[in-house]
């Protein structure tokens, strides 16, 4: 009797922690966000000058003009890189799981004309007039934390409960 009672309360605790179904709504929530940061960290922040082999790069001028930045070299005072042109608009103020992949792009405003007449450019910090990349949005980093929480707390409710459980079933087969 007492083997099956303690079969039983194992059962029921297995069984209990497998019918949660969790459902993703995660489909239409912004993941990054277009920040401006200020045009020095272009310069002289490492996630630009090191990581410039898996940045996109994108120079936009005051002609409404786009082009791809390629073969970028960052140096203290100087920006030098080949331009291709782009047709379209490039930037988007959001990133969803959608268009996720273009997370890695920079956008660099400029204030010079006609730059679609050079193929290479090299700028100083005094032609960078906007610096902009993709950050991880305060809606999602928050969310991140609430469901870090309630994974914890049910993760302690659940050692809780199977703690309580095998007391009870010592007290019954011993007691």
């Known amino acids: 009797m007492k083997n099956n009672l303690l079969l039983f309360l194992a059962a029921t605790i297995l069984v209990s922690c497998s019918t949660y179904n969790y459902q993703s709504n995660n489909a239409d929530i912004a993941i990054y966000e277009l920040k401006t940061e200020p ?4 310069f002289t922040e490492n996630k630009f000058t090191k990581g410039s082999g898996t ?6 001028d005051l002609d409404d003009s786009t082009f791809q930045f390629k073969n970028v070299q960052i140096y203290d005072s100087t920006l030098s890189g080949e331009l291709i042109p782009v047709e379209g608009k ?17 956008h660099i405003e400029i204030n010079r004309q006609c ?15 906007k610096l902009q990349n993709y950050e991880v949005t305060e809606a999602l980093r928050e969310r991140n934390k609430q469901q870090i929480k309630k994974i914890i707390k ?7 409960i199977s703690a309580l459980a095998i007391f009870i079933a010592g007290l019954i087969i011993f007691g």
């Open 39 to 42: 045009k020095e960290a272009l």
């Open 55 to 60: 940045l996109k790069f994108f120079i936009h």
């Open 90 to 106: 490039i930037a988007n103020d959001i990133l969803k799981r959608k268009n996720i992949q273009q997370k890695n792009e920079v």
């Open 115 to 129: 730059t679609n007449k050079n193929t290479q450019i090299y700028l100083k910090p005094i032609d960078v007039v």
């Open 154 to 160: 049910i993760y302690l409710l659940v050692n809780l």
